[in-house]
């Protein structure tokens, strides 16, 4: 699944070889999964975006923004599997949830693994959407401060006991992060995916934040994860430490044998003497 990073290479990819291109057509899915969540027919979709030109796409947690001018904004989230730029000649998949057809014929498809939005909103109508709307600050925005993650942290420790995993995936308390991309900050951070966030010293929190920052702005800087594709079909080269190759081989920082548990819905990846 596409997490913060991923997105943000999309967005930068978009603007680069689709910004100002103009729309033929927009055609919805071929392969029908239910979930995969559209908010237009196909013949709506198909009418609405005849003759749009694409503005400039931002992403923001795990939400993919790309306007359709005039009017409109093409919402992508929640997904992953392959976001695809075809230049013209190129040959059309079998099967795709979304497919746009530039005036150059030149096109986007989308095929998304498990679930995903594809959605299209009058401009503004977007930020009402579910887990858009309130969306809090990701970390790789100027005001994702020392200060505000402090004060988050003390919101958050007031309420429900909470885990230093759930504290990254869940609830969107920090957007754009997910369980693949946490191992990794976890890890950093020399934390247990069970260590309560209550328990956290001063210096444990400055850790942390800056684990986040560091290794979200690390994936970003390498064009997402290994495990993932761009715009244009690349793996992004980004390695993870801590993933299901891990597990059972010797921890890269003291050689100790990196275990798997489950935890909160899904697999974790620990070394044990790193992050007690």
């Known amino acids: 699944m596409f997490e913060l990073p991923e997105f943000v290479t999309l967005a930068k990819q978009m603007n680069d070889v689709l910004k100002g291109k103009t729309i033929q057509r927009g055609q919805l899915g071929n392969s029908p999964q239910?979930?995969?969540?559209?908010?237009?027919?196909?013949?709506e979709?198909?009418?609405?975006?005849?003759?749009?030109?694409?503005?400039?796409?931002?992403?923001?947690?795990?939400?993919?923004?790309?306007?359709?001018?005039?009017g409109h904004v093409l919402l992508l989230g929640e997904c992953g599997g392959k976001v695809l730029y075809h230049p013209p000649g190129s040959k059309v998949p079998k099967k795709y949830h979304l497919y746009i057809t530039f005036q150059d014929?030149?096109?986007?498809?989308?095929?998304?693994?498990?679930?995903?939005?594809?959605?299209?909103?009058?401009?503004?109508?977007?930020?009402?959407?579910?887990?858009?709307?309130?969306?809090?600050?990701?970390?790789?925005?100027?005001e994702f401060t020392f200060a505000y993650f402090c004060a988050m942290m003390d919101d958050l420790v007031e309420g429900k006991k909470r885990s230093a995993k759930a504290?990254?995936?869940?609830?969107?308390?920090?957007?754009?992060?997910?369980?693949?991309?946490?191992?990794?900050?976890?890890?950093?951070?020399?934390?247990h995916p069970r260590h309560p966030i209550a328990d956290l010293s001063a210096d444990q929190r400055q850790v942390l934040y800056r684990a986040i920052v560091d290794t979200v702005g690390e994936v970003t800087e390498k064009g997402g994860r290994y495990d993932e594709y761009d715009l244009h079909n690349h793996r992004g080269?980004?390695?993870?430490?801590?993933?299901?190759?891990?597990?059972?081989?010797?921890?890269?920082?003291?050689?100790?044998?990196?275990?798997?548990?489950?935890?909160?819905g899904g697999a974790c990846y620990v070394c044990p003497n790193c992050q007690k």
């Open 45 to 70: 979709f198909d009418r609405l975006t005849q003759g749009k030109t694409v503005g400039e796409a931002r992403a923001k947690g795990k939400w993919l923004f790309i306007p359709l001018e005039p």
């Open 237 to 264: 080269g980004y390695i993870r430490k801590m993933d299901k190759s891990a597990a059972g081989r010797p921890c890269p920082e003291c050689g100790g044998e990196v275990e798997k548990i489950q935890y909160l």
């Open 34 to 43: 239910k979930f995969v969540w559209y908010n237009r027919s196909h013949q």
């Open 105 to 142: 014929d030149s096109f986007l498809t989308a095929m998304t693994q498990m679930w995903g939005a594809m959605e299209l909103y009058e401009k503004g109508e977007e930020q009402n959407r579910q887990y858009v709307k309130g969306m809090r600050t990701t970390p790789i925005e100027p």
């Open 167 to 191: 504290l990254l995936t869940q609830d969107q308390i920090i957007p754009g992060l997910g369980n693949a991309i946490a191992q990794d900050i976890l890890f950093r951070a020399r934390l």
